[in-house]
């Protein structure tokens, strides 16, 4: 892998253990995915109490969800039950509060006759974002998937017709409707699907590893389930289905079920590295 990096060599854990250095590339803020380096025969990294698969040649990828800790915790595994444990610190922000109205407020506070329709979408989120892959199409890289104003920043807490809801998992994309859509990057849809409560029409592309893009609020779909997808290709067009006051796309990452700001895909491959040192779980 053809990394434009700088590194920085810092040591986040006394130790005098003899365990290979680890190369992490990335921000270690809230929000951000990072990609990891090993040249020793680490087997899976285990970060918040999640596991994540080693590529053959030492990669993995992990990213710091919205309310993540100031401080993180990671754990290489190696054969025979050895391990190597590192501690991160993390940038922590006060997250800015963004108030949309005008919205159906049958969207907003459902009644029961949305249970059925609301439990078909989450059910199909969860399976999509659960899933893991053993590809590595995210190696390849990310563009943005659409141009348009930001009018919805990852991580905002959003107050929708005064009623305080769950803080926003994506960035929001302003843009025409019918502007095409392209697939940020290369993988597979995982799920194609049609009328959501909330997401409208919406395209979710795995990449491998566990790292999925989410594209929602589409006027409509050009891809299917299962399908291949190349990076740039024409996925769906821009609308305002579900729960949307306008014509916009809703882009969202996720890694092992955790979300993280889609933008920070967009250099993947030109992070800035540092070398961090561990300690050895038997001391």
């Not at 969207?107 to 989450?122: G, L, W, Y």
């Not at 590809?135 to 305080?164: A, C, H, M, T, Y």
């Not at 996925?235 to 920070?264: D, E, K, M, Q």
């Amino acid at each position: 892998m053809n990394y434009k990096a700088i590194c920085l060599t810092i040591s986040l854990l006394a130790t005098t253990a003899p365990a290979t250095a680890l190369e992490l590339c990335g921000d270690f803020n809230q929000g951000e995915i990072i990609i990891g380096k090993t040249e020793d025969e680490a087997s899976t990294v285990t970060f918040n109490q999640k596991q994540y698969p080693i590529t053959e040649d030492g990669y993995f990828i992990l990213a710091f969800g919205r309310d993540q800790n100031a401080e993180a915790e990671l754990q290489l595994s190696y054969p025979g039950d050895a391990s190597v444990f590192y501690k991160l610190p993390v940038k922590t922000y006060q997250w800015d509060i963004q108030r949309i109205n005008g919205v159906s407020q049958q969207k907003v506070t459902p009644d029961s006759s949305h249970d059925a329709e609301i439990a078909r979408e989450q059910k199909d989120v969860r399976r999509s974002l659960t899933n893991l892959q053993p590809s590595d199409d995210w190696r390849q890289g990310f563009i943005l998937p659409v141009d348009g104003r930001i009018s919805g920043e990852f991580g905002n807490q959003r107050i929708f017709n005064g009623i305080p809801k769950s803080p926003h998992s994506g960035t929001d994309i302003a843009a025409p409707e019918g502007t095409p859509v392209k697939a940020s990057g290369s993988g597979k849809v995982i799920l194609s699907g049609k009328n959501y409560f909330y997401t409208g029409n919406m395209v979710i592309i795995d990449h491998g590893q566990g790292l999925q893009t989410i594209y929602a609020h589409l006027k409509e779909a050009k891809v299917k389930t299962g399908q291949t997808v190349k990076q740039g290709q024409i996925i769906g067009l821009v609308g305002h289905t579900g729960r949307a006051t306008g014509p916009h796309l809703h882009w969202g990452a996720s890694l092992n079920n955790v979300r993280f700001r889609p933008h920070s895909l967009l250099n993947l491959n030109q992070k800035v590295c540092r070398k961090v040192s561990g300690r050895d779980m038997a001391e």
